[in-house]
């Protein structure tokens, strides 16, 4: 099947049914065919897994791709399967028979893409590998191999070893994970031969992003439950931030007639399992979970994501909200926030194994939920990106607040941290600034300088709020691996200078945050009634395909691939053809059936 070789748009056409690659896929499938390692760091849904399927069809041999969680091995295996192309996963949860036929088939070099788990891999012993024309490795997940993140694998670190047995393939690491210390981990972890970097914009377009602060339970339930009327057959998640929260949300969802699970790490495994499945399986759209739910889903028509706590920090808050809209349709995502929710997660962090770190993480949590800068904006500077427009798409962007000019109180700022030679953490700085006795600043002599006391008349949670949106905007960044120092990026000296002025948001108080208006997008979602039928119609045929193969629906088709017919009504095979995600071998499937449904459709609305 795979015997002639074909350029990537031809695979890509063929295999995948896509018209053109995305963003950076094509160099990056360009420079790992030419021999090379990679390093693509991309958003979740940004298409990293094409970076590698694609060069294990054009080159001959089999792909290694080394996975964290069965789960994950599991979609992608089916997805590619129902492709038509070969793939296999090798893990803990294959019996021997089924195991002794994927080793049979790898050795024969019958399969283009191996999935396997790093332990797994490194058990595998020399004499299996000789046998295996390995074509490249693919590192999913790479940010398993640091320690920074809360998904850290110790195999991940052994990966190198694994190399050793096939010295001249080349590797490709990919994450989604964008911190900078991340990304320094792996680079050097995972013994990349001069790889070249591709890093993607982490911005999502299709996301929407509205919070609320400041909120009593009776308001967050209130907002709650208009967000999810207008979103009837949405599937959606929403995160608490205990188990016995869930429970009780569930609870109250089930009295207002919202069907539901809860998901969380107490519950049985066999029951996690069963809420996972129905969930992916569309037979239940709302689930309310702990951020043990989630890991290694998949799911590409996830519409929406509720925080109904604040998270613990921005990496899971981005990780979660970012498991909206995968498939590039509209995701909204709402996080209601109360003061309760911080005396909570304060408590997390000091029992966690870095208090100070993970402190520091939670405030900046907190000052992304309570300001009032384009939320887009704040997210991606803390990732080291700079927006150069406000999105459009937040709460903030759609009702802005107010700015006004703060260029002295942000010189004063600059001069000090430049002054201290970027060595103050925020609430050093914020000490000197307001005078403080406290014993270090002492020490280290900082009530000597000419700023100490200079900002006396500013409370302390001004300053801190001044510090953050200088911050989220991006002209300070802090070194979480240097004490959570605070840096100068070049736009600050520009401002030292005299070059440039900085605007900042007015500063809210709790009471005029409570009173904001609500984005109409939140509660006003009603789809156009007439493709709605027609979508629900084609939406039962691809859950009656997926029960067929015994696959999730959204592996048989994405729903962007179902929108696009309700758009264009194809009635003909090349016009069914040109709609994304129509492969060779899924238009020899199933293309009969979903043209004699949509024929049918169209003679029906023409009567
Ligand atoms: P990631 O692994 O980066 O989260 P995926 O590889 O799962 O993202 O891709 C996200 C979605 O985008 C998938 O549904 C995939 O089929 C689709 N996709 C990826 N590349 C393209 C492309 N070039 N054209 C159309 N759709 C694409
Ligand atoms: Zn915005």
Not at 15 to 25: A, I, K, L, M, P
Not at 229 to 242: F, K, P, W
Not at 264 to 273: D, I
Request: proline fraction near 4%; hydrophobic fraction near 40%; aromatic fraction near 8%.
């Amino acid at each position: 099947m795979h015997s002639t070789l074909h350029s990537p748009e031809e695979i890509l056409r063929s295999w995948f049914g896509y018209d053109s690659f995305r963003g950076q896929q094509k160099k990056i499938i360009d420079t790992i065919v030419a021999g090379k390692d990679a390093f693509v760091l991309m958003p979740t849904g940004g298409g990293k897994s094409l970076c590698y399927q694609v060069p294990a069809l054009v080159m001959p041999g089999t792909c290694l791709v080394i996975s964290p969680l069965i789960a994950l091995m599991k979609d992608q295996v089916q997805a590619l399967r129902i492709n038509g192309i070969e793939a296999a996963f090798l893990n803990s949860s294959l019996g021997a028979e089924e195991e002794y036929s994927i080793l049979q088939k790898c050795g024969e070099g019958k399969l283009k893409l191996l999935y396997t788990s790093p332990e797994r891999a490194l058990l595998m012993p020399q004499s299996f590998w000789k046998k295996v024309n390995v074509n490249l490795i693919a590192v999913d997940e790479a940010h398993c191999v640091s320690q920074w993140g809360h998904d850290f694998r110790k195999e991940y670190t052994r990966i190198g070893e694994l190399r050793a047995n096939f010295p001249d393939v080349s590797m490709v690491a990919l994450t989604a994970t964008a911190d900078k210390l991340t990304r320094k981990d792996i680079l050097t972890h995972l013994g990349l031969h001069q790889p070249e970097v591709f890093i993607s914009s982490f911005d999502r377009p299709n996301l929407s992003i509205s919070v609320r602060s400041g909120l009593r339970s009776a308001e967050k339930n209130d907002l709650l439950f208009s967000f999810l009327a207008a979103r009837r057959n949405d599937a959606g998640i929403i995160y608490c931030i205990s188990r016995k929260m869930c429970e009780v949300l569930s609870g109250m969802l089930f009295e207002r007639g919202i069907r539901n699970a809860f998901y969380h790490a107490g519950m049985e495994s066999v029951e996690r399992a069963r809420v996972q499945d129905a969930f992916l399986h569309d037979e239940i759209s709302v689930v309310v979970a702990t951020i043990a739910f989630g890991m290694g889903i998949d799911k590409s028509n996830v519409r929406w994501v509720v925080h109904y706590n604040l998270p613990r920090n921005m990496e899971s808050y981005y990780q979660e909200i970012g498991r909206a809209g995968r498939d590039g349709l509209p995701g909204d995502t709402l996080l209601l926030y109360g003061a309760r929710d911080l005396g909570m997660l304060g408590y997390f962090a000091t029992q966690s194994a870095q208090p100070e770190l993970q402190l520091e993480k939670l405030h900046r949590m907190q000052y992304f939920a309570e300001s009032r800068i384009c939320r887009k904006r704040t997210l991606l500077s803390y990732f080291g990106e700079k927006l150069t427009r406000d999105c459009g798409n937040c709460d903030v962007c759609l009702h802005p607040p107010r700015f006004s000019d703060h260029t002295k109180t942000a010189q004063l700022v600059f001069t000090l941290i430049e002054r201290c030679r970027e060595q103050l953490s925020l609430g050093i700085l914020v000490g000197v600034l307001r005078g403080s006795n406290a014993e270090e600043i002492r020490s280290r002599g900082f009530h000597l300088l000419q700023q100490f006391g200079a900002g006396r008349e500013r409370p302390e949670h001004e300053w801190r709020q001044v510090i953050y949106q200088l911050t989220g905007i991006g002209y300070l960044e802090v070194a979480y691996d240097d004490h959570h120092a605070l840096r100068l990026n070049p736009s600050a000296q520009e401002v030292l200078a005299g070059k440039g002025r900085v605007q900042l948001a007015e500063i809210p108080s709790r009471k005029t945050e409570r009173n904001r208006p609500v984005p109409e997008i939140l509660v006003a979602h009603q789809r156009d009634a007439d493709s709605g039928e027609l979508f629900e119609a084609l939406r039962k045929l691809r859950l009656e395909i997926a029960r067929e193969e015994k696959v999730a629906p959204y592996i048989v088709f994405h729903d962007k691939s179902l929108r696009e017919m309700c758009d264009r009504l194809p009635l003909s095979e090349s016009e069914l053809r040109s709609i994304s995600g129509l492969s060779d071998r899924k238009m020899e499937k199933y293309g009969e059936r979903f043209l004699s449904l949509l024929r049918e459709w169209e003679s029906f609305s023409q009567s």
